[in-house]
């Protein structure tokens, strides 16, 4: 049985990813590598080879994973994957690439369904590809998108849904709790629990969540300098009435890449929150 240990899959190496749009950190892909040493799983090929469809998945799956080094042709590489998953149901890390797929086309809810299932289905079978403590950081990785994309799939900011924002809390600090390193967890985690702080009817109350969220986006940054989460805490802290040290914290952004994808989100959060220039 091959296993999947080319590359380190803890919040070390999920914190080297860059930023890509919605606020939101780059999601993290298996390598070719990894991909090509799933065609020889423990105690799945038999059932396929009794089947006679042994070949025709590995067939697939190869013609998936050269589709998938293309940058574009989603709708190809989904229907890819939908062809794999109709051999191999219950192949988890075929639903999280779909998943990684229809985030990146931002259909999150669609991404919800994938996650979910690859991770009941993960919790079963990680053992197949993965040692003790890869499958570990392999659910923390589930755990992490999953709440991410329920996060992103709430995103009225003046009227979020609190159950969807309280269920990607739950998945993100469960994540946490398996990999604390994880700095892009941390970060979406400040991102929810600030926007239920805006419908927060209690002052008092909202403040703390407010704070509590300023804290969570001071420990992603410490854990990995990234200039999106100093977009997120300069917003809460507008929101707090905190103007000065909302512009500190987005002129930093400007200091460490003027060049940055954020630049004009950082001109715009300026201008709705009357920061000057």
């Known amino acids: 049985m091959k296993k999947l240990?080319?590359?380190l899959l803890d919040g070390e190496s999920l914190n080297k990813l860059k930023i890509e749009?919605?606020?939101?950190?780059?999601l993290p892909k298996l390598t070719r590598?990894?991909?090509?040493?799933?065609?020889?799983?423990?105690?799945?090929?038999?059932?396929?080879?009794?089947?006679g469809l042994d070949a025709k998945f590995k067939k697939l799956w190869n013609e998936y994973i050269q589709l998938r080094e293309q940058s574009d042709k989603f709708e190809e590489k989904i229907?890819?994957?939908?062809?794999?998953?109709?051999?191999?149901?219950?192949?988890?890390?075929?639903?999280y690439e779909k998943g990684v797929l229809f985030f990146d086309l931002r259909e999150h809810k669609e991404a919800i369904v994938c996650f979910e299932k690859a991770l009941k289905m993960c919790q079963e079978k990680a053992h197949q590809f993965f040692d003790e403590q890869e499958a570990k950081?392999?659910?923390?990785?589930?755990?992490f998108l999953l709440g991410s994309a329920l996060s992103m799939s709430n995103m009225d900011q003046y009227a979020p849904n609190i159950e969807l924002e309280q269920r990607a809390i739950e998945y993100l600090d469960k994540a946490i709790e398996i990999d604390p390193n994880n700095?892009?967890?941390?970060?979406?985690?400040?991102?929810?629990?600030?926007?239920?702080?805006v419908i927060e009817k209690n002052e008092s109350r909202r403040k703390r969540m407010y704070e509590e969220s300023i804290e969570y986006y001071d420990k992603s940054f410490?854990?990995?300098?990234?200039?999106?989460?100093l977009c997120g805490k300069g917003v809460t802290l507008c929101l707090l009435g905190k103007k000065e040290e909302a512009l500190v914290c987005l002129d930093k952004v400007i200091e460490m890449d003027p060049n940055s994808k954020e630049m004009e989100l950082v001109k715009k959060l300026k201008k709705d929150y009357d920061l000057g220039t």
């Open 222 to 229: 410490e854990i990995n300098p990234n200039p999106a989460v």
């Open 137 to 143: 950081f392999f659910r923390a990785r589930i755990l």
């Open 33 to 51: 590598e990894e991909l090509e040493n799933l065609l020889e799983p423990e105690g799945v090929s038999v059932t396929r080879l009794e089947a």
């Open 5 to 7: 240990s080319s590359v």
């Open 21 to 26: 749009g919605e606020n939101i950190y780059s």
């Open 183 to 197: 700095a892009n967890a941390w970060g979406v985690k400040g991102n929810a629990v600030s926007k239920l702080a």
């Open 79 to 95: 229907k890819s994957l939908s062809d794999v998953l109709e051999i191999d149901p219950e192949n988890f890390i075929a639903w």
